[in-house]
Protein backbone atom coordinates (compact mmCIF):
# COMPACT_ATOMS: atom_id res chain seq x y z
CA UNK A 1 0.00 0.00 0.00
CA UNK A 2 1.78 3.41 -0.87
CA UNK A 3 1.32 6.30 1.21
CA UNK A 4 1.27 9.98 0.16
CA UNK A 5 1.61 12.92 1.42
CA UNK A 6 1.72 17.04 0.98
CA UNK A 7 2.79 17.73 -3.10
CA UNK A 8 6.45 19.06 -2.39
CA UNK A 9 7.87 22.12 -4.99
CA UNK A 10 10.67 22.51 -6.84
CA UNK A 11 12.10 25.31 -8.43
CA UNK A 12 13.79 24.59 -12.22
CA UNK A 13 15.06 27.17 -14.48
CA UNK A 14 11.83 27.31 -16.74
CA UNK A 15 9.37 27.97 -13.29
CA UNK A 16 8.11 25.95 -10.46
CA UNK A 17 6.68 22.42 -10.41
CA UNK A 18 4.72 20.53 -7.47
CA UNK A 19 5.38 16.80 -7.49
CA UNK A 20 4.24 13.72 -5.03
CA UNK A 21 5.82 11.70 -2.88
CA UNK A 22 4.80 7.95 -2.37
CA UNK A 23 6.10 4.81 -1.60
CA UNK A 24 9.38 6.86 -0.17
CA UNK A 25 9.62 8.62 -3.28
CA UNK A 26 8.87 12.18 -4.97
CA UNK A 27 7.75 11.97 -8.55
CA UNK A 28 7.25 15.08 -10.99
CA UNK A 29 5.59 13.78 -13.97
CA UNK A 30 4.86 15.87 -17.66
CA UNK A 31 7.62 18.29 -16.82
CA UNK A 32 7.88 20.03 -20.07
CA UNK A 33 11.68 20.28 -21.63
CA UNK A 34 11.05 21.91 -24.88
CA UNK A 35 8.67 24.24 -26.70
CA UNK A 36 5.51 22.19 -27.95
CA UNK A 37 6.58 21.17 -31.53
CA UNK A 38 3.12 22.36 -33.21
CA UNK A 39 2.18 25.37 -35.27
CA UNK A 40 5.57 27.26 -36.47
CA UNK A 41 7.48 24.73 -34.44
CA UNK A 42 6.07 21.91 -35.81
CA UNK A 43 9.00 19.81 -38.80
CA UNK A 44 11.60 22.28 -36.82
CA UNK A 45 13.95 21.67 -34.51
CA UNK A 46 13.08 21.66 -30.81
CA UNK A 47 13.02 25.17 -29.03
CA UNK A 48 13.12 26.16 -25.02
CA UNK A 49 9.88 26.24 -23.34
CA UNK A 50 8.69 29.47 -22.41
CA UNK A 51 8.69 29.97 -18.25
CA UNK A 52 5.58 29.46 -16.79
CA UNK A 53 3.81 31.83 -13.96
CA UNK A 54 3.02 30.36 -10.46
CA UNK A 55 3.52 26.54 -9.69
CA UNK A 56 2.96 23.57 -12.75
CA UNK A 57 1.53 20.59 -11.28
CA UNK A 58 3.87 17.85 -12.42
CA UNK A 59 1.40 14.65 -10.80
CA UNK A 60 0.50 13.33 -13.97
CA UNK A 61 1.81 12.25 -16.80
CA UNK A 62 1.47 15.02 -19.23
CA UNK A 63 0.77 14.86 -23.01
CA UNK A 64 2.34 11.76 -25.29
CA UNK A 65 3.36 12.62 -29.13
CA UNK A 66 1.43 12.26 -31.67
CA UNK A 67 1.58 8.94 -33.53
CA UNK A 68 -0.20 6.35 -35.29
CA UNK A 69 -1.17 2.78 -32.97
CA UNK A 70 0.63 -0.09 -32.65
CA UNK A 71 -0.22 -2.68 -35.45
CA UNK A 72 -2.33 -5.35 -34.07
CA UNK A 73 -1.02 -7.70 -32.16
CA UNK A 74 1.49 -5.63 -30.69
CA UNK A 75 -0.65 -3.38 -29.43
CA UNK A 76 -2.02 -5.80 -26.75
CA UNK A 77 1.44 -7.19 -26.12
CA UNK A 78 2.76 -3.64 -25.91
CA UNK A 79 0.32 -1.52 -24.18
CA UNK A 80 1.13 2.17 -24.30
CA UNK A 81 -0.78 5.01 -23.50
CA UNK A 82 -2.59 7.72 -25.82
CA UNK A 83 -2.40 11.16 -23.61
CA UNK A 84 -3.92 14.38 -25.66
CA UNK A 85 -2.51 17.52 -25.95
CA UNK A 86 0.47 19.71 -27.16
CA UNK A 87 2.85 20.42 -24.45
CA UNK A 88 4.07 16.55 -25.18
CA UNK A 89 8.08 17.83 -25.40
CA UNK A 90 8.28 16.23 -21.47
CA UNK A 91 9.84 14.09 -19.01
CA UNK A 92 8.94 12.60 -15.96
CA UNK A 93 10.86 11.98 -12.71
CA UNK A 94 11.66 10.11 -9.69
CA UNK A 95 13.84 11.00 -6.67
CA UNK A 96 14.66 9.68 -3.23
CA UNK A 97 15.14 13.05 -1.91
CA UNK A 98 14.45 16.24 -3.88
CA UNK A 99 17.22 17.91 -1.26
CA UNK A 100 19.63 15.63 -1.58
CA UNK A 101 23.20 16.03 -3.41
CA UNK A 102 25.57 14.27 -5.77
CA UNK A 103 22.95 11.12 -6.94
CA UNK A 104 23.19 9.40 -10.16
CA UNK A 105 21.18 9.87 -12.47
CA UNK A 106 19.22 7.12 -15.06
CA UNK A 107 17.72 9.11 -18.36
CA UNK A 108 15.20 6.35 -20.14
CA UNK A 109 14.62 6.52 -24.01
CA UNK A 110 11.82 4.60 -24.87
CA UNK A 111 11.48 2.14 -27.81
CA UNK A 112 8.97 1.70 -30.37
CA UNK A 113 10.84 1.56 -33.80
CA UNK A 114 11.28 5.35 -34.17
CA UNK A 115 7.15 4.85 -34.88
CA UNK A 116 5.68 4.50 -30.89
CA UNK A 117 6.23 4.56 -27.23
CA UNK A 118 6.57 6.97 -24.89
CA UNK A 119 7.93 7.54 -21.62
CA UNK A 120 4.89 7.01 -19.61
CA UNK A 121 4.27 3.23 -20.45
CA UNK A 122 4.14 1.73 -16.58
CA UNK A 123 6.74 -0.75 -17.29
CA UNK A 124 9.19 2.71 -16.89
CA UNK A 125 7.66 3.93 -13.57
CA UNK A 126 11.33 4.71 -12.48
CA UNK A 127 9.79 4.18 -8.59
CA UNK A 128 12.20 1.42 -7.82
CA UNK A 129 15.17 2.88 -9.36
CA UNK A 130 14.44 5.86 -6.81
CA UNK A 131 13.90 3.49 -3.90
CA UNK A 132 17.46 2.54 -4.74
CA UNK A 133 19.38 5.93 -4.53
CA UNK A 134 18.79 6.64 -8.72
CA UNK A 135 16.95 10.07 -9.84
CA UNK A 136 15.30 8.65 -12.80
CA UNK A 137 13.93 10.40 -15.58
CA UNK A 138 11.66 9.26 -18.59
CA UNK A 139 11.29 11.20 -21.34
CA UNK A 140 9.08 11.93 -24.61
CA UNK A 141 10.49 12.49 -28.03
CA UNK A 142 9.32 13.21 -31.67
CA UNK A 143 8.55 9.93 -33.44
CA UNK A 144 7.57 8.72 -37.52
CA UNK A 145 7.34 11.76 -39.62
CA UNK A 146 7.72 14.29 -36.92
CA UNK A 147 10.80 13.36 -36.09
CA UNK A 148 12.63 11.66 -38.74
CA UNK A 149 11.05 12.91 -41.94
CA UNK A 150 14.21 13.77 -44.71
CA UNK A 151 13.67 16.23 -47.35
CA UNK A 152 17.21 16.91 -47.79
CA UNK A 153 16.40 20.72 -46.67
CA UNK A 154 18.90 20.78 -43.80
CA UNK A 155 16.07 19.97 -41.38
CA UNK A 156 16.76 16.83 -40.00
CA UNK A 157 16.98 13.41 -37.05
CA UNK A 158 14.29 16.13 -35.20
CA UNK A 159 14.02 12.77 -32.93
CA UNK A 160 17.37 12.96 -31.95
CA UNK A 161 17.73 16.81 -31.15
CA UNK A 162 14.28 16.38 -28.71
CA UNK A 163 16.26 13.83 -26.90
CA UNK A 164 19.44 15.59 -26.61
CA UNK A 165 17.16 18.73 -25.80
CA UNK A 166 15.55 16.75 -22.80
CA UNK A 167 19.56 15.64 -21.93
CA UNK A 168 20.28 19.70 -22.05
CA UNK A 169 17.39 20.16 -19.72
CA UNK A 170 18.56 16.96 -17.17
CA UNK A 171 22.37 18.52 -17.14
CA UNK A 172 20.60 22.34 -16.52
CA UNK A 173 17.87 20.95 -13.93
CA UNK A 174 18.62 17.70 -12.29
CA UNK A 175 20.54 19.23 -9.49
CA UNK A 176 16.79 20.64 -8.12
CA UNK A 177 15.92 17.02 -8.02
CA UNK A 178 18.87 15.54 -5.82
CA UNK A 179 20.82 14.50 -8.87
CA UNK A 180 24.27 14.75 -10.21
CA UNK A 181 25.03 16.33 -13.97
CA UNK A 182 28.11 14.59 -14.15
CA UNK A 183 27.22 11.30 -13.37
CA UNK A 184 24.21 10.48 -16.36
CA UNK A 185 23.26 7.31 -17.57
CA UNK A 186 21.66 7.40 -20.55
CA UNK A 187 19.71 3.38 -21.52
CA UNK A 188 17.50 2.57 -23.72
CA UNK A 189 15.41 -0.18 -25.53
CA UNK A 190 14.90 -1.23 -29.19
CA UNK A 191 14.93 2.18 -30.90
CA UNK A 192 15.83 3.53 -27.57
CA UNK A 193 18.95 1.43 -27.70
CA UNK A 194 19.76 2.41 -31.22
CA UNK A 195 19.07 5.84 -30.21
CA UNK A 196 21.59 5.95 -26.78
CA UNK A 197 24.14 4.31 -29.45
CA UNK A 198 23.71 6.97 -31.97
CA UNK A 199 23.85 9.85 -29.08
CA UNK A 200 27.14 8.48 -28.11
CA UNK A 201 28.62 9.11 -31.69
CA UNK A 202 26.66 12.58 -32.11
CA UNK A 203 28.76 15.92 -31.81
CA UNK A 204 26.14 17.89 -30.08
CA UNK A 205 25.63 15.05 -27.43
CA UNK A 206 28.89 15.66 -26.19
CA UNK A 207 29.44 16.13 -22.51
CA UNK A 208 25.74 15.47 -21.36
CA UNK A 209 26.45 11.80 -20.47
CA UNK A 210 28.74 9.47 -18.90
CA UNK A 211 27.44 5.99 -19.35
CA UNK A 212 25.38 4.15 -21.55
CA UNK A 213 22.92 1.01 -21.41
CA UNK A 214 21.59 -0.51 -24.55
CA UNK A 215 19.22 -3.03 -24.79
CA UNK A 216 18.83 -4.68 -27.30
CA UNK A 217 19.94 -2.79 -30.30
CA UNK A 218 22.89 -0.99 -31.21
CA UNK A 219 25.12 1.31 -33.86
CA UNK A 220 24.12 -0.33 -37.32
CA UNK A 221 20.85 1.05 -37.80
CA UNK A 222 20.56 4.70 -39.77
CA UNK A 223 19.60 5.56 -43.60
CA UNK A 224 21.07 7.23 -46.14
CA UNK A 225 20.29 10.24 -47.03
CA UNK A 226 19.40 9.13 -50.29
CA UNK A 227 17.33 6.17 -49.02
CA UNK A 228 16.00 8.97 -46.76
CA UNK A 229 14.92 11.19 -49.14
CA UNK A 230 13.16 8.75 -51.12
CA UNK A 231 11.53 8.12 -48.61
CA UNK A 232 10.63 11.88 -47.98
CA UNK A 233 9.07 11.97 -51.36
CA UNK A 234 7.25 8.64 -51.05
CA UNK A 235 5.27 10.00 -48.16
CA UNK A 236 4.88 13.24 -49.83
CA UNK A 237 3.28 11.01 -52.72
CA UNK A 238 1.20 9.67 -50.74
CA UNK A 239 -0.32 12.48 -48.94
CA UNK A 240 -0.72 14.05 -52.31
CA UNK A 241 1.33 17.27 -51.78
CA UNK A 242 4.53 18.79 -52.74
CA UNK A 243 7.88 17.13 -51.07
CA UNK A 244 8.06 19.83 -49.18
CA UNK A 245 8.48 20.65 -45.02
CA UNK A 246 5.75 23.64 -45.69
CA UNK A 247 3.57 21.42 -47.65
CA UNK A 248 3.50 18.02 -45.51
CA UNK A 249 2.92 20.64 -42.23
CA UNK A 250 -0.02 21.31 -43.94
CA UNK A 251 -1.69 18.44 -44.70
CA UNK A 252 -4.28 17.00 -42.51
CA UNK A 253 -2.87 15.11 -39.60
CA UNK A 254 -4.47 11.93 -39.96
CA UNK A 255 -3.74 11.85 -43.66
CA UNK A 256 -0.34 12.34 -42.78
CA UNK A 257 -0.01 9.66 -40.14
CA UNK A 258 -2.47 7.18 -42.59
CA UNK A 259 0.63 7.85 -44.99
CA UNK A 260 3.20 7.21 -42.65
CA UNK A 261 1.36 3.37 -41.68
CA UNK A 262 0.59 3.03 -45.32
CA UNK A 263 4.56 3.25 -45.91
CA UNK A 264 5.96 0.74 -43.10
CA UNK A 265 3.41 -1.74 -44.21
CA UNK A 266 4.31 -1.70 -47.97
CA UNK A 267 8.27 -1.72 -46.78
CA UNK A 268 7.51 -4.63 -44.62
CA UNK A 269 5.80 -6.70 -47.00
CA UNK A 270 7.47 -5.99 -50.29
CA UNK A 271 11.07 -4.96 -49.41
CA UNK A 272 12.21 -4.20 -52.55
CA UNK A 273 15.96 -3.27 -52.02
CA UNK A 274 15.51 -1.47 -55.46
CA UNK A 275 12.86 1.03 -53.84
CA UNK A 276 13.55 1.44 -50.50
CA UNK A 277 17.17 0.84 -49.96
CA UNK A 278 18.45 -0.21 -46.11
CA UNK A 279 14.56 -0.51 -45.31
CA UNK A 280 14.38 -3.35 -47.45
CA UNK A 281 16.27 -4.64 -44.47
CA UNK A 282 16.01 -2.57 -41.42
CA UNK A 283 12.52 -2.50 -41.81
CA UNK A 284 11.98 1.56 -40.49
CA UNK A 285 11.45 3.95 -43.03
CA UNK A 286 11.59 6.66 -40.36
CA UNK A 287 14.66 6.16 -38.22
CA UNK A 288 17.95 8.35 -37.50
CA UNK A 289 19.27 9.49 -40.55
CA UNK A 290 22.94 9.99 -41.95
CA UNK A 291 23.22 13.76 -42.92
CA UNK A 292 26.71 14.35 -42.74
CA UNK A 293 25.39 17.33 -39.92
CA UNK A 294 24.04 16.02 -36.69
CA UNK A 295 24.89 12.40 -37.58
CA UNK A 296 27.91 12.65 -40.07
CA UNK A 297 28.18 8.66 -40.30
CA UNK A 298 26.70 5.10 -39.20
CA UNK A 299 27.09 5.45 -35.30
CA UNK A 300 29.06 2.62 -35.18
CA UNK A 301 31.60 3.97 -37.86
CA UNK A 302 31.88 7.14 -35.82
CA UNK A 303 32.17 5.16 -32.64
CA UNK A 304 34.81 2.78 -34.41
CA UNK A 305 37.08 6.05 -35.35
CA UNK A 306 36.79 7.08 -31.83
CA UNK A 307 33.07 8.56 -30.49
CA UNK A 308 32.08 8.06 -27.55
CA UNK A 309 35.68 6.04 -26.59
CA UNK A 310 35.51 7.12 -22.82
CA UNK A 311 32.27 5.89 -22.26
CA UNK A 312 30.89 3.09 -19.33
CA UNK A 313 29.11 0.68 -21.59
CA UNK A 314 26.50 -2.23 -20.96
CA UNK A 315 25.14 -3.44 -23.77
CA UNK A 316 23.23 -6.63 -24.36
CA UNK A 317 20.44 -8.41 -26.24
CA UNK A 318 17.59 -11.34 -25.33
CA UNK A 319 18.09 -14.72 -26.80
CA UNK A 320 15.32 -15.13 -29.14
CA UNK A 321 14.53 -11.27 -29.93
CA UNK A 322 12.72 -11.89 -33.32
CA UNK A 323 9.94 -14.21 -31.86
CA UNK A 324 8.08 -11.21 -30.73
CA UNK A 325 8.03 -10.32 -34.28
CA UNK A 326 7.05 -13.70 -35.50
CA UNK A 327 5.40 -15.83 -32.93
CA UNK A 328 2.41 -13.89 -31.51
CA UNK A 329 1.07 -13.11 -35.42
CA UNK A 330 1.79 -16.90 -36.55
CA UNK A 331 4.39 -16.06 -39.02
CA UNK A 332 7.01 -18.13 -37.41
CA UNK A 333 4.86 -21.09 -38.54
CA UNK A 334 4.48 -20.09 -42.39
CA UNK A 335 7.93 -19.48 -42.86
CA UNK A 336 9.17 -22.23 -45.48
CA UNK A 337 13.04 -23.18 -46.36
CA UNK A 338 12.52 -21.01 -49.55
CA UNK A 339 11.93 -18.00 -47.63
CA UNK A 340 14.73 -18.61 -45.13
CA UNK A 341 16.94 -18.81 -48.02
CA UNK A 342 16.11 -15.67 -49.41
CA UNK A 343 16.45 -13.95 -45.96
CA UNK A 344 19.97 -15.43 -45.44
CA UNK A 345 20.74 -14.15 -48.74
CA UNK A 346 19.50 -10.77 -48.50
CA UNK A 347 21.70 -10.59 -45.24
CA UNK A 348 24.61 -11.88 -47.37
CA UNK A 349 25.55 -14.64 -45.13
CA UNK A 350 28.20 -17.39 -46.13
CA UNK A 351 27.10 -20.89 -48.12
CA UNK A 352 26.69 -23.12 -45.12
CA UNK A 353 25.66 -20.38 -42.38
CA UNK A 354 22.35 -21.75 -42.01
CA UNK A 355 23.88 -25.77 -41.78
CA UNK A 356 25.64 -24.61 -38.54
CA UNK A 357 22.38 -22.53 -37.37
CA UNK A 358 20.80 -26.28 -37.79
CA UNK A 359 23.41 -28.09 -36.06
CA UNK A 360 23.24 -26.54 -33.14
CA UNK A 361 19.22 -26.42 -32.90
CA UNK A 362 18.18 -30.12 -34.23
CA UNK A 363 14.94 -30.32 -35.26
CA UNK A 364 14.31 -26.45 -35.41
CA UNK A 365 11.74 -25.39 -38.09
CA UNK A 366 12.55 -22.91 -40.58
CA UNK A 367 11.01 -20.11 -38.61
CA UNK A 368 12.65 -21.08 -35.83
CA UNK A 369 15.74 -20.85 -37.43
CA UNK A 370 14.70 -17.43 -39.60
CA UNK A 371 14.15 -15.97 -36.00
CA UNK A 372 17.58 -16.88 -34.86
CA UNK A 373 19.47 -15.56 -38.06
CA UNK A 374 17.23 -12.72 -37.48
CA UNK A 375 17.95 -12.25 -33.72
CA UNK A 376 21.75 -11.74 -34.41
CA UNK A 377 21.55 -9.72 -37.69
CA UNK A 378 19.16 -7.42 -36.07
CA UNK A 379 20.66 -7.24 -31.96
CA UNK A 380 23.21 -9.40 -31.00
CA UNK A 381 25.60 -9.10 -33.85
CA UNK A 382 25.26 -5.15 -33.54
CA UNK A 383 25.77 -5.15 -29.83
CA UNK A 384 29.01 -7.62 -30.08
CA UNK A 385 30.27 -5.35 -32.88
CA UNK A 386 29.74 -2.43 -29.92
CA UNK A 387 31.02 -3.93 -27.39
CA UNK A 388 34.20 -5.16 -28.94
CA UNK A 389 35.38 -1.23 -30.64
CA UNK A 390 34.63 0.11 -26.87
CA UNK A 391 36.85 -2.29 -25.52
CA UNK A 392 39.53 -0.58 -27.40
CA UNK A 393 38.49 2.82 -24.96
CA UNK A 394 39.14 3.40 -22.11
CA UNK A 395 35.31 3.04 -20.99
CA UNK A 396 34.25 0.10 -18.52
CA UNK A 397 32.75 -2.26 -21.15
CA UNK A 398 30.10 -5.24 -20.16
CA UNK A 399 28.26 -7.57 -21.94
CA UNK A 400 24.97 -9.35 -21.18
CA UNK A 401 22.62 -12.01 -22.69
CA UNK A 402 18.70 -12.36 -21.13
CA UNK A 403 17.95 -15.82 -21.16
CA UNK A 404 14.45 -16.43 -19.20
CA UNK A 405 11.61 -17.75 -21.53
CA UNK A 406 8.38 -16.36 -21.58
CA UNK A 407 5.40 -19.02 -20.62
CA UNK A 408 3.19 -17.08 -23.24
CA UNK A 409 2.13 -18.49 -27.04
CA UNK A 410 2.43 -22.05 -24.69
CA UNK A 411 6.41 -21.28 -24.28
CA UNK A 412 7.23 -20.13 -27.72
CA UNK A 413 7.44 -16.54 -27.21
CA UNK A 414 10.72 -17.27 -25.57
CA UNK A 415 13.09 -14.76 -24.14
CA UNK A 416 11.66 -12.38 -26.60
CA UNK A 417 12.30 -9.01 -27.47
CA UNK A 418 11.57 -6.62 -24.56
CA UNK A 419 10.85 -8.90 -22.44
CA UNK A 420 14.06 -7.52 -20.05
CA UNK A 421 12.46 -4.67 -19.48
CA UNK A 422 10.43 -4.84 -16.68
CA UNK A 423 13.21 -7.12 -14.71
CA UNK A 424 15.87 -4.41 -15.12
CA UNK A 425 13.12 -1.84 -13.78
CA UNK A 426 11.95 -4.79 -11.00
CA UNK A 427 8.27 -3.25 -12.35
CA UNK A 428 6.88 -7.08 -12.71
CA UNK A 429 4.21 -5.92 -11.19
CA UNK A 430 2.88 -3.09 -13.27
CA UNK A 431 0.04 -2.74 -15.27
CA UNK A 432 1.16 -4.37 -18.63
CA UNK A 433 3.66 -6.92 -18.52
CA UNK A 434 1.38 -9.99 -18.36
CA UNK A 435 1.05 -9.91 -22.04
CA UNK A 436 4.82 -10.89 -22.50
CA UNK A 437 5.90 -11.83 -19.12
CA UNK A 438 2.93 -14.04 -17.81
CA UNK A 439 0.86 -14.27 -14.42
CA UNK A 440 4.09 -15.44 -12.33
CA UNK A 441 7.04 -14.11 -13.67
CA UNK A 442 10.53 -14.76 -11.29
CA UNK A 443 10.59 -11.68 -8.71
CA UNK A 444 14.26 -12.91 -7.88
CA UNK A 445 15.62 -12.85 -11.76
CA UNK A 446 14.19 -9.14 -11.12
CA UNK A 447 15.85 -8.32 -7.91
CA UNK A 448 18.74 -10.06 -9.62
CA UNK A 449 18.90 -8.52 -12.94
CA UNK A 450 17.78 -4.48 -11.61
CA UNK A 451 20.40 -4.59 -8.70
CA UNK A 452 23.11 -5.11 -11.74
CA UNK A 453 21.62 -1.95 -13.42
CA UNK A 454 21.28 0.10 -10.19
CA UNK A 455 25.34 -0.90 -10.01
CA UNK A 456 26.20 0.02 -13.54
CA UNK A 457 24.34 3.56 -13.35
CA UNK A 458 26.22 4.49 -9.93
CA UNK A 459 29.18 3.04 -10.15
CA UNK A 460 30.04 1.71 -14.07
CA UNK A 461 30.50 -2.06 -12.59
CA UNK A 462 27.42 -4.20 -12.75
CA UNK A 463 29.76 -6.84 -11.48
CA UNK A 464 30.97 -8.96 -14.02
CA UNK A 465 34.39 -9.24 -16.26
CA UNK A 466 34.84 -6.50 -18.79
CA UNK A 467 34.26 -7.70 -21.82
CA UNK A 468 37.15 -8.15 -24.84
CA UNK A 469 37.55 -9.72 -27.79
CA UNK A 470 39.56 -11.96 -26.24
CA UNK A 471 37.45 -13.55 -24.00
CA UNK A 472 34.40 -12.56 -24.45
CA UNK A 473 32.91 -13.14 -21.00
CA UNK A 474 28.92 -12.33 -21.43
CA UNK A 475 26.70 -12.25 -18.19
CA UNK A 476 23.77 -14.01 -18.54
CA UNK A 477 20.12 -13.52 -16.85
CA UNK A 478 18.07 -16.28 -16.20
CA UNK A 479 18.28 -19.82 -15.67
CA UNK A 480 21.47 -20.83 -17.22
CA UNK A 481 25.24 -20.32 -15.97
CA UNK A 482 25.93 -16.68 -15.01
CA UNK A 483 29.17 -15.85 -17.37
CA UNK A 484 30.11 -17.48 -19.99
CA UNK A 485 32.71 -17.23 -22.84
CA UNK A 486 31.56 -16.70 -26.47
CA UNK A 487 28.15 -17.72 -25.81
CA UNK A 488 27.06 -18.90 -29.80
CA UNK A 489 30.56 -18.25 -30.31
CA UNK A 490 30.57 -20.40 -33.94
CA UNK A 491 27.76 -18.42 -34.82
CA UNK A 492 28.72 -15.39 -34.52
CA UNK A 493 32.02 -15.85 -35.81
CA UNK A 494 29.90 -16.50 -39.04
CA UNK A 495 28.97 -12.87 -39.46
CA UNK A 496 32.93 -11.40 -39.32
CA UNK A 497 33.41 -9.07 -42.36
CA UNK A 498 29.54 -9.03 -43.23
CA UNK A 499 27.48 -6.90 -39.98
Not at 142 to 149: A, E, H, K, N, Q
Not at 296 to 312: F, H
Request: hydrophobic share 45%; proline share 9%; glycine share 12%.
Amino acid sequence: MSISIDPIVVETRTGEVRGRQSEGVVAFKGIPYAAPPFGPNRFRPPVPHARWEGVLDALGYGPTVPKPPYFPPFDVLLPEPAIPGEDCLNLNIWTPDPQATGLPVLVWIHGGAFANGSGAVPTYDGTRFARDGVVAVTINYRLGVDGFLFLDDGISNLGLLDQIAALEWVRDNIAAFGGDAGKVTIAGESAGAMSVTTLMAMPRARGLFKRVIAESGAGHHALTSATAAKVGRYLAEKVGVPATREAIAAAPVEKVYEAQVALSAEAFMEPNPAKWGEVALNLMPFEPVIDGDTLPKLPIDLIREGAGRDLDLLVGTNRDEENLFLVPNGMIGAIDENLLGMVALGYQMPADALGEYRRNRPGASPGELMSAVATDWFFRIPALRLAEVQAAGTGANHVYEFCWRSPQFGGKLGACHALEIAFAFDNLDREGGEPLAGEEPPQELADEMHAAWVSFIATGDPGWDRYDPATRKVRRFGGEPTVVADPAGSERALWEGIR
